[in-house]
Each structure stands twice: as C-alpha cells, then as structure tokens.
C-alpha cells in the first residue's frame, strides 16, 4: 500500500494509460479486474459514445476506474456532465489548464489527477488543488511537452517540487523500469504504449502489430509547429517531416493533418497514411499479451526485483 494505492482504492500502483482509439470499456475493465486502475480515453469519443462505454465499463467491474480527458477537447463541457452524471470517480486531466474543472470535480466526489510535463505545470497542478500529478516524459507516446525533458530527469524533478503524489509515465513497459520509475520518488506509474499490444485494446490489430514489429528509432517527435506527437514512422510522418523542413506554416501542416489522421491509422490500422501514436518503448514490446497478464508480468518483475535491493 502506498499513497497512489489508497488514493485510487486499487491493489498494485500500476494505472493503464487513457489513450485516444485504444482505451476503451474492455480494456479499462480488464485492468481494474485485475488490481491496477483502468482509464477510459475519452479524446477519440462524442459525449454519448463516453457514456455507454462508462455504462459497459460498469457491467463489466465495480472496481475503480477513471476517464482522461484532455482539456483542449471542444465539447468538454459535455464530457465533464457525463462524467458527473455518471459517477465516475476519478479524472485524469491533460492538455490545458488544471485551474479549470479541478473544483468543480472535486466538489462532485471526484479524485482528480493532472498530467504534466514539466515541474512548473506540476507546480501549478498542486496550486489547482489536484489530488496527484502523472509525470509524463519525453519518450510518451501521444502527444510531447516542448521542453522535451526525459522521465529520467522528469520523475526526480517533479518530486522535488511537489508533495502529492507523483505518478510517473512514459518509457515504462516492464517491472524494471516500474522499480527505476520508483526510486526516481514516483509512487505509481502510468503504462501506455504497452496495453495497446493487448486483445482488450479497441485499436486495430495491424497497428497492435505494428508496434510489436518496431525497433529502436522507430518512433519521432512530429508536428512540432502544430501540437507536437511521437509517432511511429510511416508514409504520412515523411510527408510531415518533408513539409516541415521545407518550411510549411501552420495553416499547410493543418491541411496535411486534416480531419481524422490519428482514427485511420490506429483505429482503422492504416498503417501509410494514418497518423500512428506510440511511445519509444515499443522496441521493447515483444508480443500481444492479455491486459491483466500484462499487469501480472510488470507487478511479478518489479517485485523481485524490489526484494533483491533489500
Ligand atoms: C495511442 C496513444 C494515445 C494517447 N492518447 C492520450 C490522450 O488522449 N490523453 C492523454 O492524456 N494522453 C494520451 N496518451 C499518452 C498516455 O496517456 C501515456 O501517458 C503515455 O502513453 C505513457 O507513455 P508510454 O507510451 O511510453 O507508456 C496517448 C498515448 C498513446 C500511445
């Protein structure tokens, strides 16, 4: 037990990561079945679409989940009265600014956690008065900071600046890197790219594959100039890289990008033209795994591994 674990009401301080068409109902419940806590990804989701995936979530486990919601979202509004509606108790936010719904879900009986990137927005989390922040390296999948500071240097910093607790995320798939992620001072860690290489994950299986089939260097920082996004290389990262070194503005990335790049690519498994989100530590995933297997083998490894230090 520790201070993430009684937050949360979990068992193992491991949170499966709300991820935009790859977290939904099944895999959250299959998470939280198995002891960590399970996140709805509701970015890639219309209000409605949140709702029944809670409701299913709900026939699925009663145990602990949470739904992330990044504040830059245009219908936000309507995810925050689904979620209030819905009981949900625990919120992840990302992408905006904390000040802003913290309160007003708190004062609901929700936990809320805001994902930074730095320790100055870790700083401003606690001041909005968040019950914890996810510490989120540069190697993440999804979207970056700019200042592009590594977990390694990350984790150490955030703790030293605040004092709820630090969950930490990105670069962690294994329980090696779970027990290096804690003695950094995180008290949890948040696992993404490694759950989308499960069955339970809604993204399409040639994506999942895809991500078990990388290699080291196969992921890069792209779209800088608009919101800036690790993806895995492919047909549609060269036609950005092409345009940005030949200095596009804004508004020619924007058309490139258009509509729905990220649903064809990991919902629809185009794996040319779509837009494919992964974090650096797909080198490392080796196979498709049950989710709740996936939690066992980085829970088991971290553990021994944790005895042996003592
Ligand atoms: C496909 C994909 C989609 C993501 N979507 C979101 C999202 O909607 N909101 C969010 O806060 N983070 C999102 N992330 C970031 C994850 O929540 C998580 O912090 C990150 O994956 C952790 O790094 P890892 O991939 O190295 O485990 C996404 C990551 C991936 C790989």
Redesign the pocket.
């Known amino acids: 037990m520790n201070r993430v674990t009684r937050l949360f009401g979990i068992e193992y301080p491991i949170i499966q990561?709300?991820?935009?068409?790859?977290s939904g109902w099944r895999l959250a419940s299959a998470v939280s079945n198995a002891g960590g806590l399970g996140m709805l990804?509701s970015?890639?989701m219309y209000p409605e679409v949140l709702k029944e995936h809670i409701q299913k979530y709900k026939l699925a486990s009663d145990k602990p989940f949470a739904v992330?919601i990044?504040l830059i979202y245009p219908d936000i509004e309507k995810h925050v009265a689904v979620i209030i509606d819905e009981k949900v108790p625990i919120v992840?936010t990302?992408?905006g600014n904390p000040k802003v719904y913290t309160g007003l879900l708190q004062s609901h009986g929700i936990t809320v956690v805001h994902?930074v990137s730095s320790s100055k927005f870790a700083m401003k989390a606690q001041d909005a008065g968040c019950d914890a922040v996810?510490a989120?390296g540069f190697?993440?999948?999804?979207?970056n900071g700019r200042e592009e500071t590594t977990s390694m240097v990350l984790i150490p910093a955030v703790c030293e600046k605040v004092s709820i607790p630090v969950i930490a995320?990105?670069?962690?798939?294994s329980g090696r890197q779970m027990l290096a992620a804690m003695v950094l001072g995180a008290e949890g860690v948040?696992?993404?790219?490694?759950f989308?290489a499960s069955p339970e994950a809604s993204s399409h299986d040639s994506f999942k594959q895809a991500i078990v089939n990388s290699g080291e260097g196969d992921t890069l920082l792209s779209l800088k100039k608009l919101t800036p996004v690790r993806l895995l290389k492919n047909r549609f990262f060269d036609a950005v890289q092409h345009a940005e070194t030949s200095g596009a503005t804004i508004e020619e990335l924007t058309q490139l990008l258009g509509r729905g790049r990220a649903k064809k690519g990991?919902f629809e498994g185009d794996l040319h033209e779509g837009e494919l989100?992964?974090?650096?530590?797909s080198a490392l995933i080796k196979s498709i795994q049950p989710a709740a297997e996936i939690l066992e083998d980085i829970w088991l490894e971290y553990s021994r591994l944790r005895a042996l230090q003592h």
């Open positions: 990561a709300g991820m935009i068409w790859a990804g970015g890639s992330n990044p992840f990302s992408a994902v996810v989120e190697e993440a999948g999804g979207h995320a990105g670069g962690i798939a948040q696992v993404g790219s490694r989308i990991m989100e992964v974090g650096q530590v």
